[in-house]
């Protein structure tokens, strides 16, 4: 793993890419400059996902294979060779005490940080067909799973089984993606050019959000407030309680793969074409400023932060 290390870090950008890599790049809010901090190229195929903690990195990809990386010593840390098919989706447990992950093969698999000991697997989490997402309640103790076959799945991850599904078929043709709001709150799924915001107290939708093209990626700024890309280039923000949208934002003409927020403060952009751009998210400005960016020339697919990144000299 090439790497280079870097002093007053505010947070690190792993990115996975079609060409096989998965790159770092260290944001400093003191230069304000996005600064490569490694390279590996550990795959051998498209990297489909990415997840981090405060020390580690893992990366799965069209290979079938999730890579483990150490982000103190900048080294490999393993390989898990589990599923049998492309890994959709990789995510640490909030508490990093568990790494999850999914799979075109249809199974699900829970694995013990440090040990990497397989502790759970689903074989068929969704009868048989591809698990596309995996979204974990901030407690850790519950996940939700959608599945190629449009259900939702609910899993106790203390008693390490199933508990409902919901069937999602009349919301869209396909499920893209499920995530969290910071507390738990709410929870999104995109299909298409649709974001159906879920409140857990109603149990249902609170709010339907549509565009004019398709949803690329999602991340909540806190537990009220959804930010969103999509393929005609632009950044969305709306508000759950308000039912409203807060600003928006051309970023590209290229669509925006990858959106992360990091501590209400910053969010992460990733463009299709290979540029990456921080935005600083502030109370007296009516929408973020960009105010760092880097190209990396290649197309890159996925996106994880870490932080917060502690690096010292060599």
Not at 23 to 48: D, I, P
């Amino acid at each position: 793993m090439e790497s280079a290390s870097l002093l007053n870090c505010t947070f690190e950008v792993i990115v996975g890419t079609y060409e096989d890599f998965v790159l770092g790049y260290v944001f400093s809010n003191e230069s304000k400059e996005l600064v490569q901090s490694f390279a590996t190229r550990s795959h051998q195929g498209s990297v489909r996902c990415v997840s981090c903690t405060s020390t580690l990195a893992a990366s799965g990809g069209s290979d079938e294979v999730i890579q483990l990386y150490n982000m103190v010593t900048r080294k490999e840390a393993g390989t898990i060779m589990q599923h049998e098919g492309t890994i959709s989706h990789l995510q640490f447990t909030p508490e990093q005490s568990h790494l999850i992950s999914c799979s075109e093969d249809g199974s699900i698999a829970l694995y013990r940080v440090g040990s990497w000991q397989l502790e759970k697997v689903w074989a068929s989490a969704h009868k048989g067909s591809g698990v596309t997402s995996i979204g974990i309640h901030p407690s850790s103790k519950m996940a939700l799973s959608l599945g190629q076959n449009k259900t939702l799945r609910t899993w106790n991850l203390i008693k390490g089984r199933p508990a409902y599904t919901v069937n999602l078929s009349n919301l869209g043709k396909q499920m893209d993606s499920v995530i969290w709001s910071t507390r738990g709150s709410y929870f999104a799924v995109s299909s298409d050019n649709k974001i159906y915001v879920f409140d857990v107290t109603l149990a249902g939708i609170k709010m339907t959000i549509e565009c004019t093209s398709r949803i690329t990626c999602m991340s909540f700024l806190n537990d009220t407030v959804i930010c969103f890309g999509e393929n005609g280039g632009f950044m969305i923000c709306h508000s759950v309680q308000e039912e409203s949208e807060l600003w928006r934002i051309k970023v590209a003409d290229s669509r925006v793969k990858c959106l992360s927020c990091v501590s209400e403060k910053w969010i992460v952009t990733g463009n299709s074409d290979g540029q990456i751009i921080v935005w600083e998210v502030s109370e007296t400005e009516s929408q973020p400023v960009q105010v760092a960016a880097s190209n990396i020339g290649t197309r890159l697919i996925c996106m994880s932060i870490r932080t917060p990144v502690k690096i010292e000299n060599n």
